[in-house]
């Protein structure tokens, strides 16, 4: 996954390992590692935990779109999932924003648990997605999911949804890697897809890489990117979706600042 910001003067590629997760070992199932490099003659600056990356700047795209798109009184916000995605969301939400109440759900139950046990601050483990979904205000979706695990007619009007596909440790399928998605794997079905205004990162690459999109030929609305220099408007009051593939420029920028940041204090 190359990439090159003239913004930042940064160039970057991403290496991803992905292998079946093995129930009693502590190594993830994907392993990844950004490699930064000067950009003037390629030489090689840095090299970086690319877990840690994806993790952290996916989470933050996500914020950066709930920021634009949720309800203006956001009280309850809902997780579908328990992996390393639903921690570093989990982790930046809690920091912009502010939530009467945090709910989980997973389909391995001792994960919602031992998630609620391990965060800072109160966290409803709920039995069942719709138990956890009803009266949310902002959902994120970050299982490995490849049929509907959320269903329109659950969803509150006016609420706001972050999709990921995300990564769960006890996943056992060998062709994806965190971020990624597959057209034929969805999360959310055709009543909430084509009934929400849809927000993606990239139109490209949620026509060819998105089940969610695909399947239910929902039209895009919008990039986040139009959103954000002003080209399109960003709805609010609608019930929205945000479908998050990730984008190689975002380990770019945030390797770059780490780098940067280490170079500051060294």
């Not at 840690?52 to 309850?76: C, G, N, Q, W």
């Not at 979706?141 to 509907?148: C, E, K, N």
Request: charged fraction near 20%; aromatic fraction near 8%; include cysteine.
């Amino acid at each position: 996954m190359p990439a090159y910001s003239a913004a930042d003067d940064a160039l970057t590629t991403k290496l991803v390992t992905f292998y079946e997760h093995k129930k009693d070992s502590s190594v993830p199932s994907h392993q990844a590692t950004v490699l930064l490099f000067d950009p003037t003659n390629g030489s090689l600056k840095a090299v970086l935990d690319g877990s840690v990356i994806t993790a952290k700047r996916t989470a933050a795209v996500s914020a950066i779109a709930t920021k634009l798109l949720m309800p203006a009184f956001a009280e309850v916000l809902c997780i579908l999932g328990a992996g390393v995605q639903a921690y570093s969301h989990y982790e930046i939400f809690m920091e912009l924003f502010t939530f009467k109440e945090v709910r989980i759900w997973n389909r391995t139950k001792e994960n919602a648990v031992k998630f609620a046990n391990s965060v800072n601050g109160p966290v409803q483990v709920c039995s069942s997605a719709q138990e956890a979904v009803t009266g949310a205000d902002v959902i994120i979706t970050v299982t490995m999911a490849t049929t509907p695990i959320l269903f329109g007619e659950w969803v509150k009007p006016g609420a706001h949804i972050n999709v990921l596909q995300g990564d769960d440790r006890s996943c056992k399928f060998k062709n994806l890697a965190v971020g990624a998605s597959r057209p034929d794997w969805r999360e959310l079905d055709d009543e909430l897809m084509k009934n929400s205004v849809l927000f993606v990162d990239s139109r490209e690459a949620a026509l060819t890489e998105s089940g969610d999109v695909i399947l239910s030929k929902a039209e895009i609305f919008a990039e986040l990117g139009e959103v954000l220099k002003g080209t399109k408007p960003a709805l609010p009051e609608k019930t929205t979706v945000f479908k998050s593939l990730g984008m190689a420029v975002e380990d770019t920028v945030a390797a770059k600042f780490v780098y940067d940041s280490w170079s500051a204090a060294n």
